[in-house]
C-alpha cells in the first residue's frame, strides 16, 4: 500500500565545470529531511561517485527528464514522487506521461556506478570536464528516449548509452517503467507552478509513490455501468410485475379442457 507523501522539498545545484552540461544535467539534488527519511534514508542503489547519504547535506546526482522544463539552480523546488511526468512545455497532462524502461535502465546503471556505452567511451565518474562530457551525452540519450530530443544534439551524442539500453532491453525500451529498476520521478512545483522533473532511485517505489486517482472520464463512465445495470434489473422486475397483475386469477390456473 502506497504511503502518504509528506511535504517535501529538494534543491538542484548545477556545477558546469565538474558534472553538468549545458542546460542539462547532472544536477546535484540536495533532499530536505521530510524527503530523505521519506524516500531512501541511506540513499540505497548509488554509489560513491553519484551520492553521499552521510555529507552535512546529503545529495544525489540525477538527470532532467524534459529538455522544455526548467529550474533555477540554487532554489528549493515542492516535490513529489511519481512514475510519470506531470507537466510538459508548461502543459499539464492529467494522465502523466510515463518514463520509459530504457531511461529507468539507464538512470538506475549510472546511479550505480556501473553505466558504460556500447561504444568505445563509458561514464566518466571523475568530477572533470571529461564527466560533463559524458553528462551530456547521457542527458541526451535520456531526451531522446522521452522523445524530447534527437540523440546527437551539438556536441552531445546519446548513441553509444542509448545502444546499450538496447541491448540491455530489447524490444521493451519504450515500455512504461512504472517503478522499474527502483527509479521515480521527482515532480518538481514552486508556489503551485510547475518546475522540472528529476529521476531518483528508491528501494520501494510502490511504498513511495502516491496512488493515482481514477481518471474522472473513466469513474463517471463505471459508476454509469453499474447505474444503469440497477435501473435495467429494475425495469425487468418492474415488467414482470405489471405482466402478472394484468392476467386474472382464473386465467393464471385455468387449464385447455379436452
Same mark, same amino acid.
Given at each position: !500500500? ?5 511535504? !517535501? ?9 565538474? +558534472?553538468? %552540461?549545458?542546460?542539462? &544535467? ?11 527519511? +521519506? ?5 540505497? #542503489? ?10 552535512? /547535506? ?10 522544455? $522544463? ?16 506531470? %507537466? ?7 494522465? &502523466? $506521461? ?11 546503471? +549510472?546511479?550505480? *556506478?556501473?553505466?558504460?556505452?556500447? #561504444? ?5 565518474? =571523475? ?25 546527437? /544534439?551539438? &556536441? =552531445? ?5 542509448? /545502444?546499450?539500453?538496447?541491448? =540491455?532491453? *530489447? ?10 529498476? *527502483? ?9 503551485? &507552478? ?13 511504498? @513511495? @509513490?502516491?496512488?493515482?486517482? $481514477? ?9 454509469? !455501468? ?13 415488467? !414482470? ?18
Amino acid at each position: !500500500m502506497s504511503a502518504v507523501q509528506a511535504q !517535501m522539498q529538494v534543491t538542484l545545484y548545477q556545477d558546469l565545470s565538474n +558534472f553538468s %552540461y549545458s542546460d542539462g &544535467g547532472e544536477f546535484r539534488a540536495v533532499p530536505d529531511a521530510n524527503l530523505l527519511n +521519506f524516500a531512501n534514508p541511506t540513499l540505497a #542503489g548509488y554509489a560513491p561517485a553519484t551520492a553521499d547519504s552521510t555529507a552535512v /547535506n546529503p545529495y544525489f546526482q540525477t538527470f532532467c527528464v524534459e529538455k522544455s $522544463e526548467y529550474f533555477t539552480p540554487g532554489n528549493a523546488y515542492d516535490v513529489s514522487l511519481s512514475y510519470n511526468i506531470k %507537466y510538459d512545455a508548461g502543459l499539464f497532462l492529467p494522465n &502523466g $506521461e510515463p518514463i520509459t524502461m530504457g531511461t529507468a535502465w539507464l538512470y538506475s546503471q +549510472f546511479a550505480a *556506478g556501473n553505466l558504460i556505452g556500447s #561504444g568505445p567511451f563509458p561514464y566518466d565518474y =571523475a568530477y572533470s570536464g571529461s564527466r560533463t562530457a559524458t553528462a551530456g551525452d547521457l542527458q541526451e540519450a535520456i531526451w531522446y528516449l522521452q522523445g524530447e530530443a534527437s540523440l546527437v /544534439n551539438g &556536441g =552531445a551524442d546519446g548513441t553509444a548509452f542509448y /545502444n546499450a539500453a538496447v541491448s =540491455a532491453l *530489447g524490444a521493451t525500451i519504450n515500455d512504461p517503467a512504472n517503478g522499474a529498476y *527502483g527509479v521515480v520521478v521527482l515532480n518538481l512545483t514552486y508556489s503551485g &507552478g510547475n518546475a522540472q522533473d528529476q529521476l531518483m532511485v528508491v528501494p520501494n517505489p510502490s511504498a @513511495v @509513490v502516491a496512488p493515482v486517482p $481514477e481518471p474522472a472520464p473513466v469513474a463517471l463512465l463505471s459508476a454509469s !455501468m453499474v447505474l444503469w445495470g440497477v435501473l435495467r434489473l429494475c425495469s425487468r422486475r418492474a415488467k !414482470m410485475l405489471a405482466t402478472t397483475s394484468a392476467i386474472s386469477w382464473p386465467e393464471k390456473f385455468s387449464f385447455q379442457s379436452r
